[in-house]
């Protein structure tokens, strides 16, 4: 613990860092640097996020305490050489950082509240990192449980990229002068670590981000059909959007269109990516945030709807830009 | 007329260049090259958008035929020395390349087709650019009947940027053999200038841009609202969409929340810019559009709808970008 | 033609009337009463609205001048005895009272002015009644040549209920002391027959309350649907909104969830009704209108667009109700 | 105790009883009939609703014992001879039948759970009804915690009229063979009681039945704004709408358009009637039930948002049915 705790007073050495991409360089310096006294962390959820996080993580040298309610999933790392825990206060018994990457609110309140959980273990000065997307709410909630125990608190859920090569951006909510030590562990997974402000506002921002994203897929779906319906070239039509004000990266980086640009899933039969259901799921985080908030998000709640309505029509499953394909396709009954 | 093919020809032996920068310094290269044998272009539409876009061509050296159905608004260019025609078949009658720039699909055809209309003078092999936004069935139309005439048209609707600064992107929709001479003029009053098809298509084009510039706008404004009320600071809040795939032209360029970026309308009480009458306009013609296609758009709908009821709240005159204001103000009666 | 003339003369002897149930007794009535001067009556357009309509007309005892573009749909007729013309010409020129019954705007136009059109050969005091949905302003433009010509021209879209079994409301809109005229022939069709004002205000009323028909079927089904899955009875769940202020046709008369009511399309897997095709065309007039009117409409610019996602979605053809069932479904892949 | 238990079984000979308006004459033949039995009811939440309400029972000659967190509005009931309770513990000491009527799920948890909560004194065998409207699952939650203490809840949220005058209908979800007794209670303040199913199912039913009022409502606003703009008498609109399959409550009942109906909020001003703000929770607890059952409800999270907007635009505390008016204004700045 006086170790961890040595370990993560170094680490607040680095400078405060904050909505900058990390020159790839200096994060093999700082992570070559912490190498000798690397001391285990704790890893709860190894699904398809958690999984190649955990990956980055060992590949970066950080030995784990792994645990998952399916043990199968954990097999793989035990054969790899990692440790195995059996429940979540286990792993707080044996690990003083602790990342969790779960499915839903009610995942990550039983995994720090429930019986077996992290807070019947949790050892003082701990850091407790929440990746999961959650309600911003149920985030500060499960902050101030932890902070009873004297430990620390931080949301850092993840947008955008793919977790197995470690492209992804967290936007981590928490006390500011704790931040360099998540980012330690963070930027091992992650290009992109930004630090958004107090416990629940990783959650927030995330939320406000895959809104408008879910927005601009959708806007950019539908000029693009119109286009081609009126007889416009799908690569020209994407061309002049992305020189002009409709540019967007649903447009320029992700478009929906098959054939319109290679390696994005439109052109994979909207295979990969990010699932159809996910991107319901935060929109309706989204959707309580501006209802508590009491604040008017016309585009937002249409967008909840319309893939609300995609997840009953078979297209649960594929990427979330296959929105292109829903709007478009006319069957014949 | 054999001069100002001739000049045509000449021009046409620049590179066929679309949908890429031109380069300020080639730009400047090309005009001067041609300054020689500039013969009177016609001008047709002194607004607000006309007017700054008939100096920018008098600046690269082009004597102007000027025409307004408000005479006072021709009096400025009249004193500066150009010439100033009775009709808009007057100014057919003079100049064999024409641009035209009005309010509506009623205007244009009343300029074209009307009594002292355009076609009623004018020359074959004349090149005649509408820069208006219209219907593009209605472009289709105009093209038809000056076709007939042994002429050429082109669409070439404008879109973003200030038009004082020539930063206007213009997309242009017509033969495109004849794309280079149209060009040629386009370029001195924007920096991009984009060939998209046959006729209407730079209407087409345009309409699809800004139904997912309105689009995007409206999300962007939606998502900087949900995020401050739910506590992020709205400069570090831009910020992470703008490292993320929230990314849009309206978050990055255009940001509609005052005092997050400078320079923009959000930051000068909505003043300037492109009006929301203008952008409820537009809509209209992508309702228009989305409905004879059979296109759904729903997003495009609401976001029409909004425009459409702020035209009548009080901010037909304000910047578009102040959908923000209209989503989060608070009057008190 | 005199006879004509005196029999409208007669007609409008009958009492003004608009806005009440005509008690079947009095239609009949007045039917037997101006049986004996009963002259032809020409009818335009004999598609699955037109055809029961006519037979309506045939079963009070006018005789009919029949013409459609397809031959075919007259021989029924033909062999019934009624006489077909060989065009809308020929049919203006054999009846001074003329029906028209067509699918689109487009066929209006082509009908009245075209180059066989009925205004070739239309006679003084005619009267000319359109049935058929479109744009108002080509009701009103039609309205101007037919009066140039000395006739009478009046919208009379139909609404609701079955042609078969005359249970049709007509909305009108003419010059009112016509109104009786009309109403003679259209009471033979319509158990309701509505005088909405100046030439147009038929289509413009339709308009409306086809809207108004298209969202609360949504709201109807969205509602069922909430309630559904919330674990209520279906049966239960309608009857408290019918005594409710959710009550609506939708919910009182049509409802869309299959078992609730007997003798509904809900509970005939959706077959026969009004067409989902059709209930979109219809939206997009409403859309036209506020476009041109510059009218806020949230809700139905969204109940269009969904009545629009539908018709490629393979529910074309089945009753407007089956929203209910596109909402609700859940297709595995 | 034993006498309110006799009471209650002899209301439950009343026949079942539900979805018809009962006579008003039966209503005062049960009420005197069970006069000479009459126990003290608890009364807890004196707003708007409950005070009206509380009177109600008064003058159907129950005695009440009172409280509410403002002890201000218990006086006129204390001055008049009713009994007031210094908290929810004691009304639950001293009444077995106790009625709550609170503004939020918040409110509801601490009159039952908290402190000084009801559930700190509750009687076996008492009859807790709630007519707040809060969430399903508050209901459920509260339902499980007064059933551990061998009392009866049941959820009994209102909808539509006027408490004042005692035309209020009452959606009840809990067990069948309490509905009996709850409807002696309820009856003596709504014309309406309506059986709805299980504990949580009266505020499914009134959470669907508000959201298809809403959509309704907007969409009548929609209909008749475009049918003016359009050039239709507002008065004769309405007439065709509620003859033809338009015709909801919002447009023959409480028509949102000055000057068409009198006696309703807009024939006043909109004022009276039931406020924006309601009619906004009640659309946010529709939201959150449709996303925890991933229910697509299009026009009702539109309709939603609509709501929200006019909260922060000056409308809350006017009649629902202003949405017309904030369609409609025009506003010069």
Known sequence: MAASLGFRGAASGLRYWSGRRRPVGSLAAVCSRSMASKTPV?????????????????????????????????KEFKEAGEQVASSPADVAE????????????????????????????????SLLIDSSTIDPSVSKELAKEVEKMGAVFMDAPVSGGAARSGNLTFMVG??????????????????????????????????????????????TAEAMNLGIRSGLDPKLLAKILNMSSGRCWSSDTYN??????????????????????????????????????KTPILLGSVAHQIYRMMCSKGYSKKDFSSVFQY???????
Chains 1, 2, 3, 4 share one sequence.
């Open 327 to 333: 709007l478009r396709e006319e069957e014949t009954f």
């Open 256 to 293: 929906p269109v098959p054939g319109v640009m290679d390696g994005v899933p439109s052109s994979n039969n909207y295979q990969g990516g990010f699932g159809t259901t996910l991107m319901a799921k935060d929109l309706g985080l989204a959707q309580d945030s501006a209802t508590s908030t």
């Open 174 to 219: 928490g006390v500011e002068n704790e931040f360099a030590a998540a980012q330690e562990l963070l930027g091992c997974m992650g290009s992109n670590v930004l630090y958004c402000g107090a416990v629940g506002s990783g959650q927030s921002a995330k939320i406000c981000n895959n809104m408008l994203l879910a927005i601009s897929m959708i806007g």
């Open 94 to 125: 044996k690990a003083d950082r602790i990342i969790t990457m779960l499915p839903s609110s009610m995942n990550s309140i039983e995994v720090y509240s429930g019986a077996n959980g992290i807070l019947k273990k949790v050892k003082k000065g």
């Open 42 to 74: 704790g890893f709860i959820g190894l699904g398809n996020m958690g999984n190649p996080m955990a990956k980055n993580l060992i590949k970066h040298g950080y030995p784990l305490i792994l645990y998952d309610v399916f043990p199968d999933v954990c």
